[in-house]
């Protein structure tokens, strides 16, 4: 340090400080996160600008920068919920969530970075115990599943709408309900199928049965229609018309022409 000449002094202390400050002011925000500025000496939290991106950024030493993940995430529940009758269910619901980017400065101001125990879990319980204690255990556990869920979510994002919090959905992964009931449940279900079983044998046999007396019927029907057009007449034409084709063979014959019942001819030989 003696050597160097006195002038070039300040100039190493200022890139030493220099040095400092910057390692102190460089922030680097991750893929899927942004940063919420807090100014120390200019008014807190920046809520009227957008939040820092992902990259590289210089920041005044003195204010401070709070990361967040802005990237879709996921937070599971599992409650003991009442149902309609008053019987405990236990009930796993895992909803997918991201906070409000354009709205993050806000989120952080006015909940904090631990939104989720503050507004979103309290949000998805409450509207999950609402839900669930509109409908029986049988319905929670079968029919009922799909419109429970939708309700769930729609009303945990009434709750959650003016938080600065985006819910994407709300799902209903396990239902879990006392053994005694889920028994009875199943052993309802089991007899209900086995009746609509039944019934469909039942209503296939009588489409059956249906089927064969109409057929039966028409075939009735058709030969009454051609008993009434087959006339003597008719009956005479017919017996000629057949002796002129059997006169017309070359198989030798007889045909005595006018005997018979009605007069009609008799064929006799077929050698």
Not at 200 to 219: C, D, H, P, S, Y
């Amino acid at each position: 340090m003696e050597k160097l000449p006195k002038v070039a002094l300040p100039f190493i202390l200022a890139g030493i400080v220099l040095v400092i400050v910057l390692t102190k002011s460089a922030v680097t925000i991750g893929s899927g996160e942004a940063g919420v500025l807090y100014k120390t000496f200019g008014g807190g939290v920046v809520t009227e600008e957008a939040p820092l991106g992902e990259g590289f950024h210089i920041v005044a030493p003195w204010n401070k920068v709070f990361i967040y993940e802005v990237r879709q995430q996921e937070l599971t529940e599992r409650m003991k919920v009442l149902s309609s009758n008053g019987l405990d269910i236990q009930l796993e619901a895992t909803a997918w969530y991201m906070p409000e980017t354009e709205n993050l400065g806000k989120l952080h101001q006015e909940k904090g970075a631990n939104y989720l125990e503050r507004v979103l879990k309290p949000a998805i319980r409450s509207a999950t115990r609402s839900v669930v204690g509109r409908y029986t255990p049988e319905q929670i556990y079968s029919s009922k599943r799909d419109a429970i869920q939708q309700e769930i979510f729609d009303e945990t994002k009434k709750i959650v709408n003016d938080q600065y919090i985006e819910l994407v959905e709300v799902l209903v992964r396990d239902v879990t309900l006392p053994t005694a009931i889920k028994d009875a449940i199943e052993r309802k279900l089991g007899q209900e199928q086995e009746s609509l079983e039944y019934e469909f044998r039942l209503v296939t046999a009588q489409k059956e049965a249906e089927k064969q007396r109409i057929e039966a019927q028409g075939k009735a029907d058709a030969n009454k229609i051609l008993s009434a057009s087959l006339t003597d007449k008719i009956l005479q034409d017919k017996g000629i018309e057949a002796t002129i084709k059997l006169s017309e063979s070359p198989n030798s014959k007889v045909i005595v022409i006018g005997s018979g019942e009605s007069g009609m001819p008799i064929i006799l030989g077929n050698q």
